[in-house]
């Protein structure tokens, strides 16, 4: 049998600091549910001294899975550490993560402190973490950029005060694999007692290398891959980790290493990251773009009939992408709608369920069809709704050649009924001004996406806006067979989500940078 590459997911923690991603609380515990479906071994839940909210996230979190560990992210301090336990102590599996950056970059201008006082805080933090539990995984922030000799002596310093995960980031993604490769081979060599710990990485992606960085270092030695679905993440984001899966599944008699993930999973869990944050996944994406099953040229579409492994490497069945079939139908009952939930992997209450259910009833009145990814845009858009201080009620809007577009938009706000017109530079302009007069919103729309969900002229068309306000970017989706609905339905997502991101800032204990 292989060795197994513990695969660490941080979706939730520095997935969710890619702009505009953030997730609310029942967002976070649906993501990490479907990650334990997955069977990632490690879920990095938050960053909990960071905000009240990413603490009850954290805590939920630990409280919601049972079977992975749940890791909190912590400074190498005290009052971070103090916090994180707090959030984590009622896991199944806790872990406490803390980091100090260990490049000179960082040490004179970050922290405008010496070497020595660094290596002290980094042994100080696991010390102390470690009086909690046994599970304390230590990363060298910017170990990539980091002296190797100086960061030699800081492993071997943690290891013994009680590290037993050692974590080596490619913060700002500068590394090029062979380089890479090289330093895990020589932190392997030169740190003593290196043996008493499972090394790790973390890579960026700058440079577009953060999944090549990552296997290099698996190639030296390494034994966990830090990653996130659809690798999303800081700046350019992280390894994303359906390519690293992948490819030590596809590449095992290169790579002689295997993990752990039901890969029947990832396809589910990347719609539903990229249907909760907002963030599309790009077309030609590797494992779970659009087109990474799809065989234009003639010649490959002949090659693929005669034999799939001709253009093929690994079948999307093995990712969990099937046809997209017919479902239901505007005939289908309650029965038939819950069967098809509990294939889908989704879990509702009583009530959600109903709720749903009616949804899908409002749209087969007006789709012949209804396919997989139909009933999944109805179950984000009504279920993993935040408590909405605004509620669309409806929309009605003229537009056409030769006539102002214009716009009539029926809302709650707070429960009570407001209606307002508008013109327009078109339909939406016109929605999104009716809306943003209702709301009384300062919003500026940054960014407006369509697409369609599933084929065909009746097709559900999901609509994503990105608007900001005071330096907070939020995303929102929205989806209908109509657009124009649809966008009416983001924008109030949107704002929504932005309500919610303002309370728990201002909840904020400290933001911490990293
Ligand atoms: O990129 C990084 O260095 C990090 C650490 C906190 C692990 O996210
Ligand atoms: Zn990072």
């Known amino acids: 049998m292989s060795e197994k590459i513990i695969i660490f997911d941080t979706t939730l ?89 260990t490049s000179d970059i960082h040490i004179n201008y970050k922290f405008q402190k010496t070497r020595d006082e660094i290596l002290k805080a980094a042994v100080n933090a696991v010390a102390h973490a470690a009086g909690y539990t046994d599970n304390v995984e230590f990363s060298a922030e910017d170990a990539a950029r980091s002296d190797v000799s100086y960061l030699c002596d800081v492993i071997e310093a943690v290891i013994d005060a009680g590290a037993a995960t050692i974590n080596i980031p490619d913060t700002v993604g500068y590394a090029i694999p062979d380089e890479f490769g090289r330093l895990i081979a020589t932190l392997r060599e030169k740190v003593g007692n290196i043996g008493k710990a499972v090394l790790s990485v973390h890579c960026h992606n700058d440079l577009g290398l953060s999944v090549a960085n990552s296997l290099a270092a698996v190639s030296n030695g390494v034994r966990q891959v830090e990653c996130t679905i659809n690798g999303i993440g800081e700046r350019a984001g992280n390894a994303s980790l359906e390519e690293i899966v992948m490819a030590i599944r596809t590449r095992h008699d290169h790579m002689k290493v295997h993990t752990d993930i039901k890969t029947e999973e990832i396809f589910r869990s990347s719609r539903l990251v990229s249907t909760i944050t907002g963030i599309l996944v790009q077309q030609n994406k590797a494992v779970v773009g659009a087109n990474a099953f799809a065989h234009e040229a003639g010649i490959h579409q002949d090659g693929m009939l005669k034999e799939k492994t001709t253009y093929e490497i690994m079948t999307p069945e093995s990712v969990g992408i099937k046809e997209s079939t017919l479902v239901l139908g505007k005939h289908s009952g309650r029965h038939a709608f819950s069967d098809r939930l509990k294939d889908l992997g989704i879990e509702l209450t009583k009530e959600e369920l109903e709720k749903a259910f009616l949804a899908f009833k409002r749209l087969a009145d007006k789709k012949k069809t209804i396919y997989d990814e139909d009933i999944e845009a109805i179950i984000a858009d009504e279920i993993f709704r935040l408590p909405d201080r605004f509620r669309l009620v409806s929309v009605t809007f003229t537009s056409g050649s030769g006539v102002v577009p214009s716009a009539t938009v029926e809302m709650e706000v707070d429960g009570k009924e407001k209606v307002k017109a508008e013109f327009g530079d078109g339909p939406v302009d016109a929605v999104f001004k009716a809306i943003k007069k209702i709301a009384r919103s300062k919003a500026k729309l940054m960014r407006f996406t369509v697409s369609a969900i599933t084929g065909g002229a009746d097709a559900l068309g999901e609509v994503t806006v990105r608007i900001r306000e005071n330096g907070i970017t939020i995303i929102g989706q929205g989806a209908s067979s109509d657009i124009i609905v649809a966008s009416a339905r983001a924008f109030v997502n949107a704002l929504n989500k932005l309500e919610y991101r303002k309370g728990t800032r201002d909840r904020e204990v400290e933001r911490p940078t990293l």
């Open 13 to 101: 923690r520095d997935g969710e600091q890619s702009p505009g991603a953030s997730m609310n609380l029942e967002e976070k515990v649906q993501v990490a549910k479907q990650l334990e479906k997955l069977n990632v071994d490690v879920i990095e839940a938050g960053f909990p001294i960071a905000s009240e909210g990413d603490f009850e996230a954290v805590r939920a979190v630990a409280a919601a899975v049972k079977k992975p560990q749940v890791a909190g992210l912590c400074r190498a301090s005290k009052k971070d550490i103090d916090r994180a336990w707090e959030a984590l102590k009622d896991a199944k599996k806790p872990r406490i993560h803390t980091f100090i950056a």
